[in-house]
Structure formats: C-alpha cells, structure tokens
C-alpha cells in the first residue's frame, strides 16, 4: 500500500509539475486588465510562457486604455489593438514589428520612429492632430483616415507606397520624403488649389483630391 501511495503521490506532483510549465506568463507589468486578460488568453492558446514568447498581439474591442508593458514582447511582428480606447501607445521598442493596426482609438498624437520592419500601419478612426514617423525604412502603407490632422511629418521613409489621408485638417504635405509613392488619397482636406496641381504634376503618382472646378464636373 505504501508503494502505491507513494506512486500516486509521484503522480499528482508530475500531474501539477507539467501544469505549471503551462500556466499564463505573468502579466503583473502590464496594468490595464482588458490588455492583461487578453495577453493571458493569447498566453494560454499558444503556450507562450514568457513575454519573448509572443509573436502576434490582437486584441479588439476590449475597452484597454493602456499598452503599458507592451515593449516587453520584443518578438511581436503584428500587433492589433482595433477599437479600444488608448489616448496614447508607445510601440517604439517593438523592432521586429510587421504590422501595426491602432485604428479606431482615441490617439491625439503618435510617434513611431526606429522601426525598421514595420510595413503597414493603420491609424485611422483616432483624434489625430500629429503623426511623426521617422526611420520606417520599410513602410509600405499608411492609412491615417478620418482624423484631426493638422500636421504630419515624414522623414526616412523612403518605400512608403500608398498614403491614406482622407477626411482631415492638412493643408500640405512634404512630398519630397516619398519618392516612390503611387497612391494619395488626399480628398476632404483644405488644401489649396496650387498643391492638388502639385501633386497631379507628379508622375507615377494617382492621386485623389476633392480641389479644382474640373474636379466636379
């Protein structure tokens, strides 16, 4: 009888043993519980024991207000915080970041510099004012839709391709810092009439703008 009590106390320990080696990574750094929650399910779907471990963040709709602790996943190549309620994210830390999707927040502000694998960003449906990006050597596409911008500013970001700015408060962009883009949809904006001449005389560049008399015939 003591053999076998012995093998079953052998047992339960391993039992609990490899239990353990599967729990949630501790999220005791990352403070807002919506963000906690759902870095804890994403812990336990995929086995993923330390922050390192995580590759992909999506987290939608779950009223988070903070990404507080969020440059701790250095491995993270998507991150997709759709419709929550951040003010502000500070994402600069992620260096291995791909695609980054903060659309439909309240940001006022965003500063993303010194990511050099990040090639999509989506921020549209925020309360932009300012958007300053430099050094997204790779970034192919920005979508900035629906905002409050009154200034952007790009620098080092030579591949961006496709531009989406419609529905904002700018005036005029520098153009000289995309040398290689194809699409800007520029429409509802008050930009004056000189520049939407400016940016039609650009070759290889489509363009949508809402400017010019001929626009409306």
Known sequence: MKAIAN???????????ALS????????????????????QL???????????FIEITCHDREIKSVEGI?????VKKLSLFNNQLKSADVNGLKKLEH????????????LQNLPN????????????RISIDNLPNLLKLKANVNQLVELNIVRVNKLEK?????????????????VLSYFDARQNPMPDEFYDYLDSIENLTVLHDGNAEDWQ
């Open 7 to 17: 093998s079953y106390t052998r047992l339960v320990t391993s039992f609990f043993l």
């Open 21 to 40: 080696l599967y729990s949630p990574v501790n999220m005791a750094y990352v403070l807002d519980t919506g963000f906690k929650a759902c870095l804890e």
């Open 43 to 53: 812990a336990t779907q995929n086995n993923w024991g330390t922050p390192e471990d």
């Open 71 to 75: 440059n701790l996943f250095v491995n």
């Open 100 to 111: 980054l999707n903060l659309a439909g927040n309240q940001l006022s502000y965003l500063t």
């Open 118 to 129: 990040l090639r999509e960003c989506f921020v549209f449906k925020n309360r932009l004012q």
């Open 163 to 179: 531009l989406y700015l419609f529905n904002n408060q700018l005036k005029e962009i520098s153009m000289t810092s995309l040398p």
